[in-house]
């Protein structure tokens, strides 16, 4: 006989201000044991199913609510947030924002602290949990200075020292690198053998295939569609494609590639036309100097965090620059894009040269979180603050081509996401840009936002941008890159052509 | 070597050195006194291997220190004099505050800190508050450096003609992912249970050494010192 | 939810406000380095440039005890950072009293955010306590040390007992202005975003 640790009865939301419902008459029933993945576009209703159980609506967000929820005896109404810190746990999108000391071990006993354990209980379940989920290495340390895949790591051991039976987990791969996800599955897979009770929100799907009993697809805030796992892995891409998700199985090739092994078929391709980077080398570490810095170059060797005597990046082409975080990725757009000073480098386009400072007029950058780089209090000023010469016919011509013409007026940080993201690309066209990089623009995207993203990187490109784009997301080198760059330990590996 | 002060032995520092620095020296023994009583959280800052910033403090100090006691026996009337007297002056006065707010800052640990807090009985509420305060430092500035680097790419580090635009493009971004990151991180913290009703525990272990008492007794005297001589003599 | 108690929440986000407004004055107190002079301008410089944090802090709340608890913590890191105690009155009494005006008004008034903002913005005096108070015997050393009294008293002109009256009237006025100015950057930004 199964039991039910969970049961959402019939519940429609609609958050305060918000026009439509979140929710609507949504019913699920969760059996104790069970792991449940739930899919679905973004604004299914995925996270506020997540939010209903872990009570945040509707002690948190409030909104109007009919239906009930009820977890493990506790009816969620009339239960505090704080009673439940014991019973579910959550674990959260944003690895930056969701920790609360500065440091691991604060971070790991926040939770008992919480609820007021016996400092001998906390040191006991805070040994207990760093040797399961073999966190040595990352005790005693700031979190300021770990990776998004450590923080997580933390985040989920904090988590875990509540000992609560239900975790919840709210797209928790959205910014993390392979090696990253699969420590992520490691951790699922060890509670799932604990016998916890376990709920994915999430948009990647392969990694969770061996994991999942129980899919669940979310569409307009109602429980469209439920498969058993068997099932669910016998769709066909064709099928995900049309429900707007993800695909299941990823190519091993990409996985290979993404996952920093060695990949013998370093097959070089001719590149004709393309903008050539010069003696790009930089170094965190300054060497020590005494009146003049000295300037790095090659005979720096291993100091260096990037190291680029000469290579050419195809012009008007989309290529990918993939590796794992902490590699060099990062460090590679913010050097071609001039915001490393002290990076040496000339890039070479149509014979001319562009050093230093000009580097940053040649290429601009779109954040990974774009919000960073909208300035004004309306999409038309934003464009035209880019403009040399403030021209607001041409400033419409781009925006029209980036279908934003009817948000001229509106505030940018009012927008969604992947519209944010355009008026990031108008900024750039308007700027006059010729060498576009993108600093992860699908991570915690759905497929259709994944898909759209792909579709205006082509437009940029076929209009005759230059395009990088750093990812972790096979699916989308496979959309939409025409080659590929890896960066190992701040070494690029020459351009594969992607088997478009 | 490693000596573990206790944070609340740390803060009677700093306030001993506060009231200190607001009366001024008269005599040797005075200045002996407080030029002792400067020396100590350096010490300890060597002991806590911040050997770089001991070292520049001393110098820093010194000089200060000797270019006082110089000019001000000479007589000098010159501009550059004067200025230069002034600014060593207010180092002079002010520089052992610094010193020792630098070593404990530096030294403490914000959950030993937090926990001195709540057995020196300050309400949780404030505890909390500080706590993200101090979280918040850093995340102030991670935010901060990606909004300067969107900005340099923009070209609109001054404001892109627009005077009120140097402060208005920092501020604007800075706030809003504040607001975010702020939002975040009040669901993921209520979900682990802040704000019940029970008493939060906390795991540091906060215990009173030899160390301790040995260094609460000079400061106390050295305040004694200072005023006596002050309201007595 | 009409909790008039403050909630975890609420405690950080006045954490959050806090940070904000000290990043605020540090940057400001780095600019002092330059010259002392620019310490006096921080009566001018503060209320203008934290007012716009501020007024976003005062749509956020709205409970008694959010600007209180901020001068209490604004208070502990000025003497955690060896500003020393002597302030601390000062910045309570102003957090305080600026709560008041703004309960009085249901934090919704905006003539009451106002003058609680001027209020609040007396904190900024509290820096000059430790000059104004070691001024006397200062000038003094140095007049025995053979300073004319003329230079002495240019040194201290900006910042000393006498003037700090007209320090804080200059922080209330200013603080009066920041609140326009303020309330029209959070109307300009955050009203138009929707996120107020």
Redesign the interface.
Known sequence: MMQTTAQINNVTYRYKGAAENSLDGVSLTIQKGETILLCGASGSGKTSVIRLL???IP??Y?GDMTGDVKVNGHDIANT???????V???V?Q?P????????T??EI???????????DE??AR?DNISRQMKLDKLLGRSL?ELSGGEKQRI?CA??AA?LPEIILLDEPSSNLDMQAISMLHDIIREWKRQGKTIIISEHRLWYLKDIADRVIFMDKGRKAHEWHAKDFAMLSEEETRQLGLRPTNINEHYLALLSDKDNAENGHTDISDGILLKDFYFSYHHKPYILRRKKFSADDGDDLSLCIPELTIPKGKVTAVIGSNGTGKSTFL?CI???EKECTGVIVSDGKEYRKRQR??FS??V?Q?V?????T?SVEKEVL??MKEKDVKRCHEILDTLSLLGYKDT????LSGGQKQRVAIA?AIA?GAELLLFDEPTSGLDYAHMEKVGKLLRQLADSGSTVLVSTHDPEFIEQCCDHILQIKNGRVHPCLSAAR | MSLKLDPRTKLYMIFVVSAVVMMSATTPFLWAVRIAMTMIPILLLIIEKHYAAAFRFLIFYGTALLLTFRFLSENSKGFLSAFLVGYCSIIVQFMPAMITAWYVVRTTKIGEFVCAMQKMHIPDGITISLAVVMRFFPTIKEEYTSIRDAMKMRGIMLGGGNAAGIIEYRMIPLLFSCVNIGDELSAAAVTRGLGGKVKRTSVQVLKMSAADYLLMLLFTAALAVFVVSKYII | MNDKKLQAKDFITIGIFTALLFVVEFACGMLGFIHPYIVAAFVVLIPLVGSIPMMLFYTKIEKFGMLSIMSVLLAIIMFVIGMGYLGAPLIIASGVIADLIARSGGYKSFKKTIISYGVFCLWICANYFPVVITADSYRKNLIDGGYSVEYCDNLFRAINSKTIAVLLVLCFVFGCVGALIGKAVVKKHFEKAGIV
Request: charged share 15%.
């Open positions: 872990n009570g945040l002690h948190y409030h505090q947030l704080y009673e439940l810190a014991g579910v746990g959550t959260f944003n930056r924002s969701q920790f609360f000391s500065v440091d071990d604060g006993v926040f939770g008992p602290e919480n609820i007021g354990l016996s400092p906390i040191m805070k300021f985040a904090s988590v509540l913010r894009c001039g915001l940053i007029g601009y950058m954040m979180d919000n960073h780089q909208l300035f209090d603050l880019s505030h940018p940080m009012a900024s700027a």
